[in-house]
């Protein structure tokens, strides 16, 4: 992702910054999307492992990236809290 681009990107219910998602947290978020036990801040389940996304600085929050593109809607949000082995810090 380009740096400016993700200079300026912030959560939307949040405000805050966002930074790229590390490999140990993507890994954790898709070892529990295969387990069929991650929700959408909408209640949706997230079926789809991702290959990359975004994380609130407080990391309560996770937006994928489809194809490059941050998608930065609120209610397509995961919430960290529902991952047991989420890194936190």
Known sequence: MD?????ILV???S??????LEATGLDALNRAIA??????NDGTREATPLREALVTRD?????RIDDGIPVLLA????????L?????A
């Open 3 to 7: 740096r400016k681009l993700l200079d």
């Open 11 to 13: 959560c939307p219910a």
């Open 15 to 20: 405000r805050q910054p966002l930074v790229m």
């Open 35 to 40: 387990a069929q036990s991650v929700a959408r």
């Open 59 to 63: 990391r309560k929050t996770v937006y």
């Open 75 to 82: 209610e397509e949000g995961i919430a960290t809290a529902q």
């Open 84 to 88: 047991d082995d989420f890194p936190r």
